[in-house]
């Protein structure tokens, strides 16, 4: 093939191929003669139809796949010799009118991804905050298990419901007298002051005995999930069934063992490590802000236009809907159109930048997902669809996109852990409510 370099501009490249007709012309008998021996036609034996019979009927099926091989083989020849990334999908156009005898040519448009160098990681200087959790927490923690593990009593019938315990109830919810779908349901368990039903249902049945039935009236919620019943006024006809008075657990070493521990002591110790796991996972959160804040001060290279936009073109879309459905950030209302586009576009341009950067510190240090890790993510993904997991599992080996997504995120989080291996990172000590106030002043404001 002949490659002629028609632009090179900042990090854009156009490519002007053209193969030989003689090359595409050998490519077509060749396919031709193995099709000849496979081929069964009535009156010639195996591998002796004539090449004119072969050509009148399949050479014009033959001609286009030798054109799109030959457009894809020559495209990856191009990118290799000449050591092309390209940031997204090349652009390939035939120039002119293809004819079979004439030789065949067309260009590759594209952009590359820019030299990267990364900074000295060693040089960076970042504070972990770790969270002292107080006795009160993990007591409150413990608490909040025992309640779990409460059961409950039937009550005398004469009994009254108060706050705290359980109504067994059927119910029929209406509006306007027509019942609407998914407002029915028999021996449901409603713990009275829960907050589980929409507000001002529970509280109506404060002072309900065994085989009352009564009717509560009350209004959705505005923002309630399902838009049919959103603002609206109902009313539910309920029949108190009977009402479960629950039994409170102590928090001792029976309710351990009953978790399978040993003791108290294991118990609360096993509650301390989950809550400063969890505390420590937003503070790594935190810590990664911070970094990817250094990386997009500290790193100046151009970026790929056609990344850039697409990366635009898909916030743009979210916010095209939000302001559909009138659910535009409070900063974000009263901006023009213009000035919104502008704030976006940077945001798109930094994402772009430090997923380029990330990605190229991965590249460079042969950074990688392990397939164990990749499966479990691809299993936790499967459990969100109950009922489809299988057929989410076959959608993800069917489509490498769809796995690179998945893999996107795990990826970037062990470029970020390389990183901060080689970062300085200093602890400081704070109590919940000093971490749950900075955590809040550190987010005013970001748009990223």
Avoid at 142 to 166: F, P, T
Avoid at 262 to 285: F, H, N, P, T, W
Avoid at 312 to 318: H, K, N, S, V
């Amino acid at each position: 093939m002949q490659v002629t370099e028609t632009l090179n501009q900042g990090l854009k490249r156009e490519y002007k191929i053209a193969i030989p007709a003689s090359q595409l012309r050998s490519k077509v008998d060749g396919k031709l003669n193995e099709l000849g021996q496979k081929l069964r036609i009535p009156g010639f034996r195996p591998g002796k139809v004539p090449m004119t019979l072969l050509k009148q009927r399949y050479e014009t099926a033959v001609m286009g796949e030798v054109l799109e091989e030959s457009v894809q083989q020559s495209s990856q020849q191009l990118m290799t010799e000449r050591s092309l990334r390209p940031a997204s999908q090349p652009k390939v156009e035939l120039i002119g009118e293809f004819k079979p005898e004439a030789d065949l040519e067309f260009s590759v448009a594209l952009e590359v991804i820019p030299d990267i160098t990364p900074m000295d990681f060693t040089t960076i200087s970042l504070e972990r905050v770790v969270v002292e959790v107080p006795d009160n927490e993990v007591d409150d923690s413990l608490n909040r298990i025992a309640k779990r593990q409460r059961s409950s009593e039937a009550a005398a019938d004469d009994y009254v419901a108060k706050n705290g315990d359980i109504a067994v109830i059927d119910f029929v919810g209406s509006i306007g007298g027509v019942e609407f779908q998914g407002g029915k349901a028999d021996g449901h368990y409603l713990e009275l002051g829960s907050g589980a039903f929409i507000p001002g249902f529970e509280e109506q049945l404060v002072g309900v005995k065994k085989g009352d039935k009564k009717t509560v009236k009350v209004t959705f919620p505005a923002e309630y999930g399902n838009s049919d019943l959103a603002g609206k006024e109902a009313e539910f006809a309920i029949t108190v069934n009977e009402v479960r008075v629950l039994k409170d657990v102590p928090v001792d070493d029976e309710l351990a063992k009953s978790l399978g521990l040993a003791d108290l002591a294991e118990l609360k110790k096993q509650a301390r490590e989950r809550i400063e796991r969890e505390y420590g996972v937003v503070s790594r959160a935190r810590v990664k802000r911070k970094l990817l804040d250094v990386l997009a001060d500290k790193h100046d290279f151009t970026l790929p236009e056609v990344l850039v936009e697409a990366e635009f073109g898909a916030i743009w879309q979210q916010i095209e809907a939000d302001m559909k459905a009138d659910r535009l950030d409070e900063e974000d209302k009263g901006k023009s159109e213009d000035d919104l586009k502008k704030e976006y576009r940077e945001i798109a341009a930094r994402r772009v930048k430090l997923g380029l950067l990330l990605s190229e510190v991965g590249r460079h240090n042969n950074i990688q997902v392990p397939n164990e890790e990749l499966s479990r993510a691809l299993i936790q993904e499967a459990q969100r669809y109950p009922g489809q997991q299988q057929q989410v599992i076959e959608y993800y080996q069917r489509s490498p996109e769809a796995l690179n997504q998945l893999r996107a995120p795990l990826y970037e989080e062990k470029v970020v852990d390389f990183i901060l291996e080689r970062a300085k990172v200093n602890e400081r000590k704070v109590s919940p409510e000093k971490f749950a106030e900075e955590g809040e002043a550190e987010l005013k404001g970001r748009r990223d």
